[in-house]
C-alpha cells in the first residue's frame, strides 16, 4: 500500500534556497523534507540523480539506493541539502518514498505539450510540463489576491449575487437559459452583475464589488469566451472621473505587486500601465479620422468607402461602434481611456451635465483590446425606466427590471460602476494572446 500522507514537507524552492549557500560538493547539516514528481533521471554509477518538481520549483536528488521508478512517479524525499559537484543545488537523499505511481507515459518532458488542442482539452499536462503555464497561473492568482487586497483596504465590501436569475441585465448579450424545476420557471445564467450590486447601493452598502463568472452566449475569439471572469464594483457619491482615476491606481499598485513593474509586453508591444493614462473623447478619436457624423447615411456611406461591411448595421449606434472597432481601438496600444459616449451607445449611463446627448461613459483599452467598462450610473427611477422601454423597443422586446425600478424608487446616491475583465488583465500581464491561456479549463467544441 502507498502511504496517505507525507507530513512535514517543504516546498521545494525553500529547500532549494538553502542548498544554494553551500559551496560545491559540500552537503550541509540539517534534514529536509521535500515531495514532488520526477520529471528527469540521470545515472552515474552507483548513484541516481533525481529532478524533482512542485509547484514552487525544481531540486535535484542524488540517490544511492536501488530506484524502481518511472519518470512522472510522485515520490517524496528526506535528507541534507547542499551543492553537487557541479555545484547543481541538492537533496543527498537518506529516505526516498513512492507516493503515487504514474499509470501512463509524460508526453516529451523536453519539448513539453506543444499541441494547442492538448493544451486547453488536458490543461492538467500543460500544467505538469510547462513552467510557463503554470507561472501564468500562479501571476493570474496573485493578481487576483492583488485587487481584493486594494479594494478591502479602501472600503468596499466584497459581495456575492445570483448567478441564476428571473431576468438578465446589465449589459447586451444573449444568455444561456434553463429550467428551474421547484419553481416552474426560466432562469438565465447571469450576463452581468450590475442591477443586483446597484440594489445593494440603495440598500446602504455604499461600496460593493464581487468578483464573478459571468455568461454570454455568443462567440469566441482571442478576447471572447462564453464564461469569464469579471470584477464589477460600485462606488456611492462618486462619478466616472473618480472611477478613472482608481482604475488607473488598481491598476498600476496591482501590476506593481505581481511583477514588480509597470510595463508588460503585450501583442507585440511593451505598454506601461503606470497611471495617469491618455484620456481620450469619443468624439474626437472619430473626428480626428473623419468619421463624426450624426447623419447615419453620411456615416454608412463613409465606412462602406473604406471597405467596411455596413449591410449589418441596422442604426446610427451601431454603424459608430463599427466605426470605432475598426479604425479607432485598435490604434489604442498604450493604456487609454476613451470617454463621453453618445446616449444611443450607452443608455443606462447618466447624462452629462453639458449636453444630454452625451453620457458619463467610459472604456479603457490596452493593445488595442478593452479590458473594461464604466458608467456615472443613472438613479433617477423614472429615467430608468424609460430607458428600459427604449431598450425593449429596440433590441426586440428584451424586457427591463420593474424590481429594480422599485429599488431605485427608494432613492441610490450618485454612484460610478465600473467592470474589469480578469481574463483579459491576466493577458496582458502575461503577454498571452489568446483568452484561452488565461482561463485554467476554457470551453471548447466537442470532438469530432
Do not use: C
Amino acid at each position: 500500500m502507498l502511504p496517505k500522507r507525507f507530513p512535514d514537507r517543504e516546498e521545494i524552492s525553500a529547500v532549494r534556497a538553502h542548498a544554494e549557500q553551500a559551496e560545491p560538493g559540500q552537503t550541509l547539516d540539517g534534514s529536509r523534507r521535500v515531495a514532488g514528481r520526477v520529471m528527469a533521471r540521470r545515472a552515474m554509477g552507483k548513484l541516481s540523480f533525481l529532478d524533482l518538481v512542485d509547484r514552487s520549483g525544481r531540486i535535484q536528488l542524488i540517490v544511492e539506493q536501488e530506484l524502481d521508478l518511472d519518470l512522472g512517479d510522485i515520490v517524496g524525499a528526506t535528507g541534507r541539502p547542499g551543492r553537487s559537484k557541479r555545484a547543481e543545488p541538492s537533496l543527498t537523499v537518506s529516505e526516498l518514498v513512492l507516493l503515487a505511481k504514474i499509470r501512463r507515459p509524460l508526453p516529451d518532458t523536453f519539448h513539453g505539450v506543444t499541441d494547442v488542442e492538448t493544451r486547453y482539452r488536458q490543461r492538467y499536462l500543460d500544467l505538469l510540463m510547462n513552467e510557463e503555464t503554470r507561472a501564468d497561473f500562479q501571476l493570474r492568482t496573485r493578481m487576483v489576491t492583488a485587487i481584493r487586497r486594494y479594494l478591502d483596504e479602501r472600503g468596499f465590501l466584497e459581495v456575492e449575487t445570483p448567478v441564476l436569475q428571473p431576468r438578465y441585465g446589465g449589459a447586451f448579450a444573449e444568455p444561456f437559459v434553463t429550467h428551474y424545476n421547484e419553481l416552474d420557471a426560466d432562469f438565465y445564467l447571469r450576463i452581468a452583475d450590475e442591477l443586483y450590486l446597484k440594489r445593494l447601493i440603495v440598500g446602504g452598502l455604499d461600496r460593493v464589488y464581487e468578483l464573478s463568472k459571468d455568461f454570454r452566449n455568443e462567440g469566441l475569439s482571442y478576447k471572447h469566451a462564453p464564461e469569464f471572469t469579471m470584477l464589477e464594483w460600485y462606488e456611492a457619491y462618486a462619478d466616472y472621473t473618480d472611477t478613472m482615476a482608481r482604475i488607473e491606481e488598481l491598476v498600476e499598485t496591482v501590476v506593481r505587486e505581481v511583477t514588480g513593474g509597470t510595463t508588460a509586453t503585450f501583442r507585440g508591444h511593451e505598454v506601461d500601465l503606470k497611471a495617469p493614462w491618455r484620456r481620450l473623447k469619443l468624439l474626437d478619436s472619430l473626428e480626428e479620422r473623419g468619421l463624426w457624423t450624426r447623419d447615419p447615411d453620411e456615416l454608412r456611406r463613409l465606412l462602406d468607402e473604406r471597405g467596411v461591411d455596413t449591410s449589418q448595421d441596422r442604426s446610427w449606434a451601431e454603424l459608430v461602434d463599427h466605426a470605432l472597432s475598426h479604425f479607432v481601438e485598435p490604434e489604442l496600444i498604450q493604456p487609454t481611456i476613451l470617454h463621453d459616449y453618445p446616449v444611443e451607445l450607452s443608455p443606462f449611463a447618466r447624462a452629462t451635465d453639458d449636453d444630454p446627448s452625451i453620457v458619463e461613459r467610459f472604456e479603457y483599452f490596452v493593445g488595442g483590446m478593452e479590458l473594461g467598462n464604466a458608467f456615472t450610473e443613472l438613479n433617477d427611477p423614472d429615467e430608468q425606466a424609460e430607458r428600459f422601454a427604449q431598450q425593449a423597443a429596440e433590441a426586440g422586446g428584451v424586457p427591463g427590471d420593474p424590481d429594480y425600478v422599485e429599488a431605485l424608487a427608494y432613492g441610490m446616491p450618485p454612484t460610478g460602476g465600473l467592470g474589469l475583465g480578469i481574463d483579459r488583465l491576466a493577458m496582458v500581464l502575461t503577454g498571452r494572446e489568446s483568452i484561452r491561456d488565461a482561463i485554467l479549463f476554457p470551453a471548447l467544441r466537442p470532438r469530432d
